[in-house]
T-cell receptor, first 111, second 118 residues
Framework: NAGVTQTPKFQVLKTGQSMTLQCAQD?????MYWYRQDPGMGLRLIYY???????DKGEVPNGYNVSRLNKREFSLRLESAAPSQTSVYFC??????????FGEGSRLTVL | AQKITQTQPGMFVQEKEAVTLDCTYD???????LFWYKQPSSGEMIFLIY??????QNATEGRYSLNFQKARKSANLVISASQLGDSAMYFC???????????????FGKGTLLTVNP
C-alpha cells in the first residue's frame, strides 16, 4: 500500500546509546518531515526536508540529526539518547495541496 | 512565529449531537492554510479538512465543516451527528512558508480529546 513507512515501531534504548529511525515514502513527494509527540504538547517539528539533499531545523532540533538519502528516504538519528527524547516520533511527507501524510509512528523509550 | 491555540483539553458530546472544537491561530502571513487532523487511540494521524486563507467559503467534508473567521483568526471544527467512532484526539494545524520562503511547515496545536457518549 502506498504511504509512509517508519521503522522500527518500538525501541527501548539506554541513556547514551545511538539509533536511527528510518522513514520511506512511495508517493513521490518532495517534502518530508519528522515530528515528535509528547503528552499535552501536540506535535513539534524536529527537522524537515524540502527536497533531496536539503534539510532544515524545526522547532526542537537539539539532540537529533537527519539525512535525506534520496527522494524516498528521510532518516532521523539520535547520537546519544537522553530520557528527554522518550517520545512518539512521526515521519510525514507532504502533498502538493499542503496536507501531510503521516507514518504510523515510532515509540521510543530512553531509560 | 506561527502559533496555534486549542483551549479545550477535553470535550464531551452525546452521540448524534453536533460539537465544535475551537482553534485560534496567530500569524503575520497573508497566505496560509489551516488543517484538522484526527488521532484515534490507535495512534495514526488522519487528515480531515483544509481551509486556505483566501478561500471564501467554509470548507466541508462530509460531517466535518470548518468555521473559518479570518478577522477573529479562528478555525473551529464542527462535527455534526457525532458517532462513537469520533472519539479521538483532534489537532488543529497551520501551514505557512518557512523563513527561507521555499518550503511549508505545519505548526500544530496541543489537541482536544473528544469523547462521544452513547
Amino acid at each position: 500500500n502506498a504511504g509512509v513507512t517508519q521503522t522500527p515501531k518500538f525501541q527501548v534504548l539506554k541513556t547514551g546509546q545511538s539509533m536511527t529511525l528510518q522513514c520511506a515514502q512511495d508517493m513521490n513527494h518532495n517534502s518530508m518531515y519528522w515530528y515528535r509527540q509528547d503528552p499535552g504538547m501536540g506535535l513539534r517539528l524536529i527537522y524537515y526536508s524540502a527536497s533531496e539533499g536539503t534539510t532544515d531545523k524545526g522547532e526542537v532540533p537539539n539532540g537529533y540529526n537527519v539525512s535525506r538519502l534520496n527522494k524516498r528516504e528521510f532518516s532521523l538519528r539520535l547520537e546519544s539518547a537522553a530520557p528527554s527524547q522518550t517520545s512518539v516520533y512521526f515521519c510525514a511527507s507532504r502533498f502538493h495541496t499542503g496536507e501531510l501524510f503521516f507514518g504510523e509512528g515510532s515509540r521510543l523509550t530512553v531509560l | 512565529a506561527q502559533k496555534i491555540t486549542q483551549t479545550q483539553p477535553g470535550m464531551f458530546v452525546q452521540e448524534k449531537e453536533a460539537v465544535t472544537l475551537d482553534c485560534t491561530y496567530d500569524t503575520s502571513d497573508q497566505s496560509y492554510g489551516l488543517f484538522w487532523y484526527k488521532q484515534p487511540s490507535s495512534g495514526e494521524m488522519i487528515f480531515l479538512i483544509y481551509q486556505g486563507s483566501y478561500d471564501e467559503q467554509n470548507a466541508t467534508e462530509g460531517r466535518y465543516s470548518l468555521n473559518f473567521q479570518k478577522a477573529r483568526k479562528s478555525a473551529n471544527l464542527v462535527i455534526s451527528a457525532s458517532q462513537l467512532g469520533d472519539s479521538a484526539m483532534y489537532f488543529c494545524a497551520m501551514k505557512s512558508l518557512d523563513s527561507g520562503g521555499s518550503n511549508y511547515k505545519l505548526t500544530f496545536g496541543k489537541g482536544t480529546l473528544l469523547t462521544v457518549n452513547p
